[in-house]
């Protein structure tokens, strides 16, 4: 094939999409984090000058000038904000580069240098806009609650921070109607925009009800904490009581961490099994002869006259010669595999998804058609009997789809045709890997030292057990997963700040309050215990919330890894390990995070807080 140089930019910018497409999903979520802690820090500034917003309309300022006042100052901070993110941006994306290119290096064979990344002016102006405007909607509410502010209740604490029943019934109805558009985009969810309109609407959903939630559990919560702690207990219960907005700000955003956690967690899971049973049936051979030391290089390749040297060996009964060449089909580097089909159905007994198992090996091994992978099926929406065309040197062939099975050899697809069928148009006979059963009883150590005493001498000769290679398979698995996990990671620290600011924000609004708490006898311990009782609390809240819209959250990421990520339809099963590990580490997370404010509010001047009004 000839090819001008920029096709190996556009197949490995193929190739990355599934990637970017699931980074996407992720950047997401942690955008909407980052908007509930920029509405948490404007809480506070709402908070902490709001005597000073009485003074300035005592003296004849209008809610509008207040308003403005505080969406200004939140369009500078998330200007400032977002160009310390592009900048912070670059710099990670320099880092991942060599990490990304190795990485596709490894899945796809693919040899592709990434030194530099694209700083394109577009996309940097476009996260800058971004960036600007959530900063703007997220202290939009806070701005209008400082507009509303009267003069004379400017000096009273915790009205601030009230949800109305009014604004609440209304927060409630506005999520039952978007979580209704958003069952019936799903039922109509065959086309993307209606899939990814309903996943969106539930998120909406689960914002709007987060309110309303945070008062129903704290309630339920309330006497156990009165059980632990009688006075302190209920001070932390009614002060997530009062001021319910203010709390649910920072549960949403904990909640939509654990979500995402929960989520990737439950597909890596499912991914992680299911590639387990397929390995188990398709890489059942006992040693596999490559040329190379990773199994996904392409570039040397033996001669099929090896085959009956490598079966004189001792110990071995079968070897089944297979080769595997990258081809592009459609704009997509896809995988080729050309086998001894009937001879490879007789050890392989892979999940057949569509097809007739009894006669499809043995019409594909007549050059009758071809048998496509599940995932390369459902990424291209073809089905058993529709006509596959691929261009080969012999000019464009087409093939009956006869069978589509389960496998997971390659993310963008495989294609699986008889040997002889590829030498014929491809000109060329040779061979990549040699699958070796072993006779019963045979060592594979034994063998294996034979093998490359004969021929580790005269040729490139590496051989891989079969707990070798699937270790390989799933170091490349831990690989992909691993950068999910870093935005995780991400995602959690915002979360945890958001607690700290809630707890800010709580002191800040009941300065007094904790003032005469501790001058009719309450002690500083007392004190402490309560804030860090409702930092708990709120870590308990995030986690219940959390873990029931991470059911939701998994089921849409496995709806977008079958349809548009992998094409892989993988089981639902929700991760009860990560879930159980998460509940002391965020537990202890919000009452790490409660430590500074605990602190500060029992080491603040009495006299002060008095004085406050």
């Not at 140089?5 to 979520?29: D, H, I, K």
């Not at 000096?155 to 019936?184: D, F």
């Not at 006497?223 to 632990?228: D, E, H, S, V």
Request: aromatic share 8%.
């Amino acid at each position: 094939m000839v090819d001008p140089p920029s096709s190996r930019g556009q197949q490995f910018e193929a190739m990355s999409q599934v990637y970017s497409l699931s980074a996407n999903v992720t950047s997401l979520f942690a955008l909407f984090i980052g908007l509930f802690l920029i509405y948490n820090t404007f809480s506070i500034a709402v908070s902490q000058r709001r005597s000073e917003i009485g003074v300035l309309r005592a003296l004849g300022a209008s809610a509008r000038q207040i308003q403005h006042l505080f969406l200004i100052e939140s369009a500078i901070a998330g200007l400032f904000g977002s160009l310390a993110g592009i900048l912070a941006g670059v710099f990670i994306a320099r880092s991942l580069a060599a990490y990304l290119s190795g990485m596709f290096s490894e899945i796809y064979g693919v040899v592709q240098r990434a030194e530099e990344v694209s700083a394109n002016p577009r996309l940097l102006a476009a996260a800058l806009v971004i960036g600007v405007l959530t900063s703007l909607l997220a202290g939009w509410l806070p701005a209008r609650d400082a507009a509303r502010v009267d003069p004379v209740k400017a000096l009273q604490k915790g009205r601030i921070q009230v949800l109305s029943a009014g604004e609440n019934r209304a927060r409630r109805y506005a999520a039952l109607a978007a979580l209704g558009a958003g069952a019936v985009c799903v039922l109509l969810g065959h086309r993307p925009v209606f899939f990814y309109s309903g996943y969106l609407l539930s998120v909406l959903a689960a914002v709007l009800m987060t309110p309303a939630l945070c008062v129903w559990l704290t309630r339920l919560l309330r006497p156990a904490l009165k059980w632990a702690r009688p006075v302190e207990g209920a001070l932390a219960a009614d002060s997530l009581l009062q001021a319910p907005r203010r709390t649910s700000s920072t549960v949403a955003a904990l909640a939509l961490s654990l979500a995402l956690v929960i989520g990737l967690a439950g597909v890596a899971k499912a991914s992680y099994e299911s590639i387990r049973v397929w390995m188990d049936q398709a890489l059942n051979p006992d040693l596999f002869i490559t040329n190379s030391e990773s199994i996904t290089e392409r570039s040397f390749r033996f001669e099929q006259s090896l085959a009956p040297e490598i079966a004189a060996v001792p110990g071995i009964d079968e070897v089944q010669p297979v080769r595997t060449a990258r081809i592009v089909y459609q704009g997509t580097p896809v995988m080729l595999v050309a086998a001894d089909t009937e001879r490879i159905s007789h050890r392989v007994r892979m999940r057949v998804v569509e097809g007739d198992p009894a006669t499809m090996y043995a019409r594909v091994s007549r050059g009758e058609g071809v048998v496509l992978s599940d995932n390369f099926a459902q990424l291209r929406r073809l089905r058993t009997g529709d006509t596959l065309e691929i261009m080969t040197p012999s000019g464009p062939a087409r093939f009956p789809v006869l069978g589509i099975v389960l496998d997971y050899s390659d993310q963008q697809g495989t294609i699986l045709m008889d040997r002889r069928v590829f030498a014929r148009l491809w000109n060329d006979s040779t061979v990549n890997v040699f699958r070796v059963y072993l006779e019963n009883g045979a060592s594979r150590a034994a063998v294996r030292d034979e093998l490359l005493r004969r021929f580790g001498s005269r040729m490139r000769f590496f051989v891989l057990t079969n707990d070798e290679l699937k270790a390989f398979i799933l170091r490349v698995t831990d690989q992909w997963f691993g950068l999910s996990y870093v935005q995780i990671l991400v995602a959690i620290l915002v979360a945890i700040l958001g607690i700290v600011n809630t707890l800010t924000v709580s002191i800040a609004d009941r300065r007094r309050e904790l003032g005469v708490l501790q001058a009719v006898g309450g002690l500083r311990a007392q004190i402490r215990h309560t804030i860090w009782l409702e930092a708990v609390s709120i870590g308990v809240l995030g986690l219940i919330l959390g873990f029931a819209l991470g059911g939701a959250q998994l089921y849409y990421i496995l709806e977008i890894t079958r349809r548009d990520v992998a094409g892989l339809a993988l089981d639902y099963r929700y991760p009860l390990e990560i879930a159980s590990i998460l509940v002391p580490i965020i537990a202890g997370a919000a009452f790490l995070a409660a430590l500074g404010p605990a602190e500060g509010a029992v080491r603040g001047s009495l006299v002060e807080a008095l004085e406050y009004e």
